[in-house]
């Protein structure tokens, strides 16, 4: 099936640094949602994205829509080791389908 | 929070048997999902529901069926489990909005087939 394409596709990083990731599409969507998931577990909604160019924080997360309406980036500030797992987006074009991102595998070193 | 529900968390069964994911939700979602997602890969629609007696077909095959009769319920039915069907299963739901969308997940049923 259609996916985002999604990078990086996994990263070790120290504990303390920032993260960036960023999903990328050839079509226009009017939502972006941005997940973490854990093995075994089901995804969990981060952020929420509804217009473009649009900023929004969860904490140490900040994610922003695309001006273009095709991207979106995902930025982690100040690592812990608790943020360990899959992150991935999803675009929503206002049917009943969302496609979603090949994710991006994060592991931190402590 | 997301308040939706699925049961079993685990099931270990055997070849043959006749099988039910629950799923419930009690955010007054008209839209429910059920995904299909193996160990670290994407996640594959198989079935959804835009609300009460509405069921259709996802982009992946599956030999599944659901029901919808209540809002809050939407459970998945596999009439005779094969190790093909080994794998993790996730319930989702949505509000029927044009705007303001959040797909909100269930924390997953993984099954085993023997």
């Known amino acids: 099936g259609q996916q985002l394409n999604q990078s990086p596709q996994s990263m070790f990083i120290q504990e303390g640094e920032d993260v960036s990731m960023n999903c990328t599409s050839s079509s226009i969507f009017n939502t972006w949602l941005w997940y973490k998931q854990d093995p075994g577990e089901g995804p969990v909604l981060l952020i929420a994205?509804?217009?473009?160019?649009e900023l929004t924080s969860n904490g140490r997360l900040t994610a922003q829509f695309g001006t273009t309406r095709k991207d979106s980036f995902l930025n982690i500030s100040a690592s812990i080791p608790s943020d360990v797992g899959i992150y991935f987006c999803a675009g929503h074009a206002g049917t009943y389908k969302y496609i979603f991102g090949t994710g991006t595998r994060l592991k931190v070193l402590a | 929070e997301a308040d939706i529900y699925q049961t079993p968390r685990y099931l270990v069964i055997g070849t043959g048997k006749k099988i039910t994911l629950e799923c419930s939700q009690t955010m007054g979602h008209d839209k429910m999902y059920w995904y299909q997602q193996d160990p670290g890969m994407e996640l594959h629609l198989i079935h959804y529901s835009y609300g009460v007696n509405s069921t259709e077909k996802g982009d992946l095959s599956s030999e599944s069926t659901v029901s919808r009769i209540r809002t809050e319920h939407f459970p998945l039915t596999l009439e005779s489990a094969r190790p093909s069907h080994t794998s993790q299963y996730l319930c989702?739901?949505?509000?029927?909005?044009?705007?303001?969308?959040?797909?909100?997940f269930g924390s997953g049923t993984q099954l085993s087939v023997l």
């Open positions: 989702a739901s949505s509000w029927n909005s044009a705007t303001n969308e959040k797909l909100f």
């Open positions: 994205l509804y217009k473009a160019g």
